[in-house]
């Protein structure tokens, strides 16, 4: 039976003006027909949700999530059954789902296992596109060696993610490709968790980065850098990677480069900020971390005020943007579109293109023409929310005012009645 959803404001995600009374209509889990009711006719019998005074947008979809569980609390990680951190995951996918994140890339965590099951119906999530593990170098951002002397595995499902040299990584990505990877992730910095390294330290050579974009190719896939400090960023982007993750701290050449290359910017803004602030609020939080990333986090976040205006002139100058968040189990987990509002605020973008960022665009940067829009033949992927996030971006991300949450025709949210 067809479903439509009436009378409500209908932003497409094209980045077209809003419709102030659309009509979708869903058939089969896919979009039969969506636009102004003048010109959308509402199948007979179909059933009706009346979605007046609210606004219908297309599910959103995160280009930067790990979805999955681990403790932050060292001593309990240890502790804790690999079973276990496997079943907090599900937590964590149903509260991403049902903030209306419909389909997200998770950067590391993520088997080919949770995918299926996602796909499969036996537990709710965004629809998963999975890398397994961050590619790192000895004593890189991935490798999760400690000063005891030992490495801790994160995830006890994933593979070793470490790699040296050339041969090594093209081994290591023949691997993760053999296992079901749909993009490869490299680390060509540190990272703010790390605790053998700084965020702007460069890690993996050109020639190791490059190397894995081959291979990566050869199976039709891309490849995703984790990459804060410059030089990292400038190497990944001389070996032509397919999308910069984080990328704060890029210059004007890089934004030339990205522009002319066409290489895909997942920002992840709202992550340092709010760890800062979470932080302060409560040290317990902070002390549960081991490392400094406390410390990291502060000196990154005093950085970003001196890289906002060239970040606005990224979005002028046409750099493709795609909404991320690096959601995980410590941080924004249930509350992924707050990154609009860091979108709005520190990148210029107005309202209607930060949404066009998680959808639309996003759709692009995971290469899904089948997502992103409400258009005819598309997923039926919908979000509907109470009042107008063009007038305020914010209400995207109050859990009370999002009435609907539609993946592939299905509700798995539905206030509406």
Not at 202 to 211: G, L, M, N, S
Not at 302 to 327: N, P, S
Request: hydrophobic share 40%; proline share 4%.
């Amino acid at each position: 039976m067809a479903l439509a959803i009436v009378g409500g404001r209908l932003i497409d995600g094209t980045g077209r003006d809003p419709v102030a009374k659309g009509v979708v209509v869903i058939e089969d889990g896919s979009i039969a027909a969506a636009g102004p009711e003048t010109r959308v006719s509402v199948p007979k019998g179909a059933e009706i949700l009346d979605a007046a005074g609210r606004t219908v947008l297309p599910g959103f979809i995160d280009c930067h999530v790990h979805g999955t569980y681990r403790a932050r609390d060292m001593r309990q990680h240890l502790l804790n059954s690999p079973t276990y951190n496997v079943l907090r995951s599900t937590q964590i996918l149903a509260e991403t789902l049902a903030c209306g994140v419909t389909t997200a890339r998770d950067m590391g965590g993520a088997d080919a296992g949770f995918r299926v099951a996602i796909d499969e119906g036996l537990v709710a999530g965004p629809r998963l596109l999975i890398s397994l593990v961050m590619l790192s170098q000895t004593g890189g951002h991935g490798d999760s060696w400690v000063p005891a002397g030992y490495r801790v595995p994160k995830r006890a499902w994933l593979p070793d993610p470490v790699a040296d040299g050339t041969d090594e990584v093209r081994r290591k990505v023949r691997h993760l490709l053999m296992a079901g990877a749909d993009f490869i992730k490299m680390c060509t910095t540190g990272g703010i968790t790390s605790v053998t390294d700084s965020w702007d330290e460069p890690q993996f050579t050109v020639a190791e980065i490059a190397v894995a974009v081959e291979e990566a190719a050869a199976k039709g896939k891309r490849v995703a850098v984790h990459a804060e400090g410059l030089a990292g960023i400038k190497n990944a982007l001389a070996a032509r990677i397919y999308s910069l993750e984080h990328g704060w701290f890029l210059d004007e050449e890089c934004v030339a480069r990205m522009t002319q290359a066409g290489t895909w910017w997942v920002p992840t803004l709202a992550l340092v900020p709010l760890s800062v602030e979470r932080r302060r609020k409560d040290k317990a939080w902070g002390a549960q971390q081991l490392g400094q990333e406390d410390r990291k986090d502060e000196e990154i976040y005093r950085k970003m005020d001196g890289q906002k205006e060239l970040w606005r002139e990224a979005v002028r100058r046409g750099v493709r943007i795609a909404m991320g968040t690096d959601q995980s189990h410590r941080l924004l987990v249930g509350e992924n579109l707050v990154e609009l509002e860091f979108m709005v605020r520190f990148l210029g973008m107005s309202p209607m293109q930060a949404i066009s960022a998680a959808t639309a665009r996003a759709a692009e940067c995971i290469e899904r023409p089948d997502l992103g829009t409400l258009e005819a033949g598309k997923r039926a992927d919908v979000v509907v929310c109470d009042g107008d996030p063009l007038a305020d971006i914010g209400v995207l991300n109050e859990r009370a005012r999002i009435h609907l949450v539609m993946k592939d025709g299905k509700a798995y949210r539905n206030v509406m009645k």
